[in-house]
């Protein structure tokens, strides 16, 4: 399957990469990537493929460095993705129970997606909101103290 960004994120990737000297340019591999799974959802084997051409980089090196992120998704993903902190402060506080109320709610296990695409269930580690444990990110959003009414209030305002 061929591969191609708009020109917009062509335009990105290629400022990124302008920025680091020649023999040096694989060091914009986190950003671009980054930029990739913006586009396209996740970062698929072709995906993968088309980074490292731009990057000039061996794919078996892009693929370490992408598995090294659990935040890069190698395949389709649902619109909203929740992932829930397991990390010991959030375990203290809940995490556990809050994953067991969405699996419940959502009637998927982690790492599934609902029928109908609109949200993936993950685990993470620590992702910076020890004090508000439990704590969760839905995208690129923290939610701390969850409790099973802010949960529901939360999901169900997202499309
Ligand atoms: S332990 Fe959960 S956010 Fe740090």
């Known amino acids: 399957m061929a591969v191609e960004l ?3 994120t062509a335009r990105k990737c290629e400022e990124i990469i302008g920025r680091y000297p020649e023999g040096w340019k694989e060091a914009a591999i986190l950003p671009v990537l980054h930029l990739v799974q913006k586009e396209w959802g996740y970062v698929s084997l072709e995906g993968l493929k088309y980074v490292s051409q731009l990057l000039g980089m061996p794919a078996a090196r892009a693929a370490g460095v992408m598995s090294f992120y659990p935040m890069f ?5 649902g619109r909203h993705i929740i992932q829930v902190c397991s990390t010991l402060s959030c375990a203290l506080c809940g ?4 994953v067991d109320y969405l699996k419940e709610k959502l009637k998927i296990e982690v790492g599934e997606t609902t029928g109908d695409g609109r949200f993936t269930l993950e685990k993470a580690e620590c ?4 004090e508000g444990g439990p704590a969760i990110r839905i995208n690129d959003e923290l939610h701390r103290y969850l409790t099973k009414e802010k949960l529901d209030k939360m999901l169900d305002g997202l499309e």
């Open 6 to 8: 708009t020109a917009e």
């Open 73 to 77: 998704h190698k395949a389709p993903v």
């Open 95 to 98: 995490a556990e129970e809050v």
């Open 127 to 130: 992702i910076a909101a020890c």
